[in-house]
């Protein structure tokens, strides 16, 4: 039996002309296995809230702290697909990573913070919910630097459950 993202990701290949090599290829990693499925946000409601943004159209960016990326996590790169989950763990979008850059925090760019549409959009409001992200509860135990890399990745939707 198929669990939610199997089944999610074969409906998100097909619809999204993902499966196109010749069969006789034989099946392609992309045919095979899922790209890693994940949301966004600390809490089941955050998660709703921006993958919301994200279903209307608001927001297609996204940030991250560099040491949140380990040998378990690669960092994206363009081209890069995810699933992104709601807060209660279905997924709901298949997206592609369009652009990606790494920048100290203190460098993310007004443009930056209106594309991951949230709040008032300014790079006031950025800073300041993603220090407190970053020092509360992204991992406490490192700190908040003005000058920490920031992974910035912009996004498309290509697919998203109906």
Not at 53 to 73: H, I, N, P, R
Not at 105 to 113: I, K, L, R, S
């Amino acid at each position: 039996m198929k669990t939610p993202v199997e089944a999610f990701w074969e409906l998100a290949r097909f619809h999204a002309k993902l499966n196109s090599a010749p069969s006789y290829f034989g099946p392609t990693t992309l045919e095979v296995v899922p790209p890693p499925a994940w949301s966004f946000g600390a809490t089941p409601e955050h998660a709703d809230e921006l993958l919301a943004l994200v279903l209307d159209g608001t927001k297609t960016a996204t940030a991250s702290a560099l040491w949140e990326f380990d040998e378990d996590e690669q960092m994206p790169e363009r081209g890069t697909l995810s699933i992104l989950l709601d807060g209660a763990g279905h997924p709901r979008a298949l997206v592609e990573a369009t652009d990606v850059s790494v920048v100290p925090f203190d460098e993310v760019t007004e443009e930056h913070a209106f594309l991951e549409g949230e709040g008032d959009r300014t790079l006031a409001q950025w800073r300041d919910v993603h220090e407190r992200y970053f020092t509360e509860v992204a991992a406490p135990e490192r700190g908040f630097s003005p000058d920490m890399p920031v992974v910035l990745e912009r996004f498309r939707v290509v697919y998203q459950a109906g």
